[in-house]
């Protein structure tokens, strides 16, 4: 397994038009990896990496991500989700098995959201999440596999809140970018009890939505706080939507947790 991770590694290498660059070793590429034990905190730099966010929506053929964000002194100022799967022309309900696929998001603090295909076939362009401002024409996504969040939770949410459209469910943070440019207008996540959030699952997908004009909370309306190491400390679950409906959203958490069993 190593002698070929470090033929693929000395290939791209080469594919990427770095000749002049040396040929790495076996140990070269175990240090490399290993650089990647960073326990992440407040202080200094850290890259937060998800090579495949999303693994059983890539093992199906489906929605998955590679996720990149940059932590600078616990915040994340940086973030790219590549979303190979994900339709071009957005996600919905009717979204169909032909259309064009392949997006690449990218974001940095205080510089919007970018989108470009990952194929080059347009220019980038800035994206903006949705501006509707009524529960009755919203729509929803979260995780496709219920193993993954409560998706009975999530429904009543919607009921209490007066969202009408069914859920969009897709795996990974691909949920993030397809939300950044408008697919969907509220993202919630409500992972079992016991389950600890981990900052490579949200890190990028946070700053894309952000950028993008988008609120990103936990369910007691606090912003998620990346400068803890490698788990995010939330309470329930995490939200996203837009300015005009996270005080909605919020109280319709609320009034869903008093009652839900």
């Given at each position: 397994m190593l002698l070929?991770?470090?033929?693929?590694?000395?290939?791209?290498?080469?594919?990427?038009?770095l000749e002049s660059s040396p040929i790495l070793t076996k140990e070269n590429v175990l240090e490399a990896i290993d650089r990647g034990r960073s326990q992440g905190g407040p202080v200094g730099r850290h890259w937060v990496l998800d090579p495949i966010d999303g693994t059983k929506g890539f093992l199906r053929g489906d929605?998955?991500?590679?996720?990149?964000?940059?932590l600078d002194e616990g915040e994340v100022v940086l973030g790219v989700l590549a979303c190979p799967n994900l339709p071009l022309a957005g996600v919905s309900l009717q979204t169909s098995s032909g259309e064009p696929v392949g997006c690449l998001f990218s974001a940095t603090r205080g510089?919007?959201?970018?989108?470009q295909s990952l194929n080059d076939s347009f220019a980038p362009k800035q994206v903006y999440?949705?501006?509707?401002?009524?529960?009755?024409l919203a729509c929803f996504c979260e995780s496709f596999e219920s193993a993954h969040s409560r998706q009975t939770l999530t429904d009543q949410i919607a009921k209490i809140m007066g969202v009408q459209a069914p859920p969009i469910r897709i795996d990974s943070q691909a949920k993030y970018g397809a939300m950044a440019r408008g697919d969907a207008?509220?993202?919630m996540r409500f992972p079992h009890v016991g389950y600890r959030e981990k900052i490579w699952d949200h890190a990028a997908g946070c700053i894309v939505i952000e950028e993008a004009g988008g609120v990103v909370r936990d369910?007691?309306?606090?912003?998620?706080?990346?400068?803890?190491?490698?788990?995010?400390?939330?309470?329930?679950g995490i939200l996203a939507t837009n300015p005009k409906l996270i005080d909605t959203l919020l109280t319709s958490v609320e009034a869903a947790l008093k009652v839900y069993k």
């Open positions: 070929r991770i470090t033929d693929l590694v000395n290939n791209a290498i080469i594919d990427e038009g929605q998955y991500a590679v996720a990149l964000a940059l510089g919007g959201t970018m989108m999440v949705s501006d509707v401002d009524h529960p009755a207008v509220i993202y369910a007691a309306g606090k912003r998620l706080d990346f400068s803890k190491g490698r788990y995010l400390d939330v309470e329930h």
